[in-house]
Every structure is written in structure tokens, then in C-alpha cells.
């Protein structure tokens, strides 16, 4: 199956430093979603990327889909307390059959920690 | 409502019980799929709902897991003779439809067996 290798595995930085994580994958993905999950909570949607080379900011987060279509990183800027959380990237299961992109393969995350 | 709402939030049972979890999806969408995190690990694929259609269910453990879906709205995820490796918190999702339609989480359930 398809496997999503994503690291670091934990982070702990210094208010106010840039972070940077980054996935890679042995298949092709067509998509690529980053998620931030905090404590108790469901993942949420960060940014999601559509095409290879692609390049989208959000805010303080901006995320590249790597042209091999195998790679994608997430880059947050200038880090605040609140930015704590696991970051996953994620992306859909591609059936053999060529159906539906539903099921979403997640890696197993990036634990940020951010002192103040 | 608002988001995906599910329940309990939390849920401790002694091995070999039956449990139930439940998930509201958000209105109107029509895809609804659930999810296992385990302690440190990503989230793992369980089972997929989408309208009337058959649910892919390739992601169930085990015949111990099972889940349905009433009336295109509510489902319920039901886990039989729990195990201690069924430990984890379980999510759910809902999107428009199909295709990489943005996936909407809840808060999850935290199930511990004792």
C-alpha cells in the first residue's frame, strides 16, 4: 500500500524561529493535504494542494507540492504558542480500479512544541 | 449542526464488552468515513459511506468491527467482544461527496478497554 513518511517526528522550537516538515511518498500523489490536530480535537484543514510545483500560503503556513509528485513540505513562519499541535500530511488512496479518491493515507506526524 | 459531532467523547468498557460510537456528520454532506488513531500514529482508513452506495469497508481490523448508516445521515460504528489493542481514539469525517472533497473531522472518541 501507499505509505507517507513524514519527519521530523517532534519539534521543539522557540517562539518566534520558522519551522519546516516536510512528507515523501514511494507512489505518485495527486493531492496533497496538511492537517494540524491539536489535543483532543479532529484534524483540521491547513492547506490543500492540487498540482505538482504548486505553492500556497495560508497566513504564516505555506506549503510546495514537490514536482515529482512524491514529495510536499509545510513551512509555518515566524511560530506562536498556538501553533503547537501534531501537523499530518495526508493524501488519497488511489483505487486500483481508478475510482473514487476517498480513502486518505496519513503520515504519522509531526508533534510541534513552541516555547514561549 | 455546525461540524461533526460525536459521541460519547469518551468511553472506558471492560474487554469483552460490545461498545457503540456514534457520528453526526455535518448536514448535507453525503460521504462519511471513520477513522483509528492510534497512540503516536496516524490515522487509519476503518470504513467509507457515500450516499446509497455499497460502503467500502477494506479498512474493518477485524469481523468484530462493523458499521451502518441510517438514512444517509447518522452512522454507528459497533465494536463486538472488545480487545485491549482496540485502544484508541476514533474519528469521524464527513465531505460533500466524491473525490478529494475537503474532509471534516470530529472531536473523536477516546475508548479505552480495561
Known amino acids: 500500500g501507499q505509505q507517507l513518511n513524514q519527519s521530523p517526528q517532534s519539534m521543539f522550537i522557540q517562539e518566534g524561529e520558522d519551522v519546516s516538515m516536510n512528507c515523501t511518498s514511494s507512489?505518485?500523489?495527486?493531492?496533497w493535504l496538511w492537517y494540524k490536530q491539536e489535543p483532543g480535537e479532529g484534524p483540521v484543514l491547513l492547506i490543500a494542494?492540487?498540482?505538482?510545483?504548486e505553492l500556497t500560503s495560508n497566513g504564516r503556513l505555506t506549503a510546495q507540492f514537490g514536482i515529482t509528485r512524491k514529495d510536499s513540505f509545510l513551512n509555518i513562519s515566524a511560530s506562536i504558542p498556538s501553533d503547537v499541535g501534531i501537523y499530518f500530511c495526508a493524501g488519497p488512496f488511489l483505487k486500483n480500479s481508478g475510482g473514487s479518491n476517498y480513502k486518505l493515507t496519513f503520515g504519522k506526524g509531526t508533534l510541534l512544541t513552541v516555547n514561549p | 449542526g455546525a461540524g461533526v459531532s460525536q459521541s460519547p467523547s469518551n468511553k472506558v468498557t471492560e474487554k469483552g464488552k460490545d461498545v457503540e460510537l456514534r457520528c453526526d456528520p455535518i448536514?448535507?454532506?453525503?460521504?462519511l468515513y471513520w477513522y483509528r488513531q492510534s497512540l503516536g500514529q496516524g490515522l487509519e482508513f476503518l470504513i467509507y459511506?457515500?450516499?446509497?452506495?455499497?460502503?467500502?469497508k477494506s479498512g474493518l481490523p477485524s469481523d468484530r468491527f462493523s458499521a451502518e448508516r441510517t438514512g444517509g445521515s447518522v452512522s454507528t460504528l459497533t465494536i463486538q467482544r472488545t480487545q485491549q489493542e482496540d485502544s484508541a481514539v476514533y474519528l469521524c469525517a464527513s465531505s460533500l461527496g466524491q473525490g478529494v472533497n475537503i474532509q471534516y473531522f470530529g472531536a473523536g472518541t477516546r475508548l479505552s478497554v480495561l
Open positions: 448536514s448535507g454532506h453525503t460521504a
Open positions: 459511506f457515500q450516499g446509497n452506495s455499497a460502503p467500502d
Open positions: 507512489s505518485i500523489f495527486n493531492t
Open positions: 494542494l492540487y498540482k505538482a510545483g
